[in-house]
Every structure is written in structure tokens, then in C-alpha cells.
């Protein structure tokens, strides 16, 4: 696994360097931006892997910067501020923040946000690979990538949604693996630009994952596949196995 390449951007050069310092001695590679020129320059030269924003940059403003990189990048942003209200954390997640910290932070919080948002960046970029596998194989059912089809185990093909096909992929891109509410609206891109899930969006998901569980389980009511992963989310519970042509 490559050693996170992070991205501070802050004007407060104290901030900047005790952040760039702390994060270099907890395994990461900590470069430090002063604004958005700084910031498009690294992106343009190297890989980032995630974005420390903070939202008062001088004349400049992170929320607007991350409004504009959300038009064409999607590496991880989490915004930065001594604003804490809700109104505040609720602008920075409209313009497609991953996360929002107030200052003051302790440092080790941040770090192990700052994991969170690196681990499920990787969830999602080895998810949207894996579900260009050729075929994949579960409980007897085959899915079949390329012509979306879904044969179930007696041989016939089940009809499925765009969306309900959408929601089998990411199950079968991590089977074992309980997906959050959130994990699962990004892979199905309901929230727009990675604004966070709203729960009428998680009702939605709820919904959408009772009729693909009426489709392929024998029992919806009491699934065997896709279970119920209480206070998490959903799981696909059987083992996958993926063929590549």
C-alpha cells in the first residue's frame, strides 16, 4: 500500500507547519499549500491522495475552492474551521466535503478522520475496479458484468433495475464487507457532487435493498445473501467469486 500523500492548505503558516510535521510523523506524506493556485499546482504535478482545507484562507475562501475542485476532481477533502456551527458544517458538505473538523481539533481526532475518509476512498476506487470483473459467481446466481444480465441458480434471467444492478455490483465488489448507508449512495451516485446522505436518501436505500433481496432471496424476510448489519448498514454474507475474460 502507497504512503498517503496529503495536502494541507491552510495561511496561517504555524497551523501549517505543526499540521505537515504531525502528519509526517504518523506515516504520511504532508505537503504544504497556502491556497488554490498551490493546490492546483500539486494536483497537476503529483498524486494527492487526500485534501486538509481549511475555510479562511486570507482573500480566499476553502468553500468556494472546494466547490470549484469538486467540477473536476474527486480526491477526499476534509474542510478545516473555526466555524462549528451546523449552517457552516452544512455548507462545506453541499460543495462535497468528505468530512468537516472545528478548531480547536486534537490532533489525534484528526488523524483518525483523517484515516476514515483515506480508507473509504480506497473502498470506493477498489469497488468502481472490481465491478469491471467479467463475471462474478455467488450462491449459485452468475452476474454477468458486461451484458448486465443476472441468471439465478435454476438457470433463468431475473430483470433488474438500473439501480438495482447498480446496488448487486457494489454488494459483489465486497462480499463480507458491511457498506454503510453513505457507502452505498456513492455507488449509486444519489448525492450529487459527495454531498452526505440525507436520511430520506437512506429510507430510498432501505427501499431499493428490499426489492433486490425479493428478486434473489429465497426468504426476503429473513435474507441469506444480503443481510442487515445492524448499526452499519447491509453485507453480502456469501463468498464471490469473479472471472475476468
Not at 63 to 91: G, K, T, Y
Amino acid at each position: 500500500m502507497s504512503i498517503p500523500r496529503i495536502l494541507v492548505v491552510d495561511d496561517d503558516y504555524e497551523l501549517r507547519q505543526m499540521l505537515t510535521q504531525f502528519l509526517q510523523q504518523n506515516g504520511c506524506i504532508a505537503l504544504p499549500a497556502t491556497g488554490e493556485s498551490d493546490v492546483r499546482r500539486h494536483l497537476a504535478t503529483g498524486r494527492i491522495d487526500l485534501i486538509l482545507l481549511d475555510v479562511m484562507l486570507g482573500d480566499e475562501n476553502g468553500v468556494e475552492i472546494c466547490s470549484r475542485l469538486r467540477s473536476d476532481q474527486a480526491v477526499p477533502i476534509i474542510m478545516i474551521s473555526a466555524l462549528s456551527a451546523d449552517s457552516d458544517r452544512m455548507a462545506g458538505y453541499a460543495v462535497g466535503a468528505d468530512d468537516y473538523i472545528a478548531k480547536p481539533f486534537n490532533t489525534e481526532l484528526l488523524l483518525a478522520r483523517v484515516r476514515a475518509v483515506l480508507a473509504r476512498a480506497r473502498r470506493t476506487s477498489s469497488l468502481a475496479h472490481r465491478r469491471r470483473m467479467s463475471t462474478f459467481r455467488f450462491s449459485g446466481w452468475v452476474y454477468d458484468s458486461k451484458k448486465e444480465e443476472v441468471l439465478s441458480p435454476a438457470g433463468y434471467q431475473v430483470s433488474l433495475s438500473r439501480r438495482e444492478t447498480t446496488l448487486l455490483q457494489a454488494f459483489l465488489a465486497n462480499p463480507h464487507i458491511p457498506l454503510t448507508r453513505q457507502e452505498i449512495a456513492e455507488a449509486l451516485d444519489v448525492t450529487g457532487e459527495g454531498e452526505t446522505a440525507t436520511d430520506a436518501q437512506g429510507r430510498a436505500i432501505d427501499v431499493l435493498v428490499g426489492r433486490l433481496r425479493a428478486k434473489i432471496e429465497k426468504d426476503p424476510k429473513n435474507p441469506d445473501m444480503l443481510r442487515t448489519e445492524r448499526g452499519v448498514g447491509y453485507v453480502l454474507a456469501v463468498d464471490v467469486v469473479t472471472e475476468e475474460d
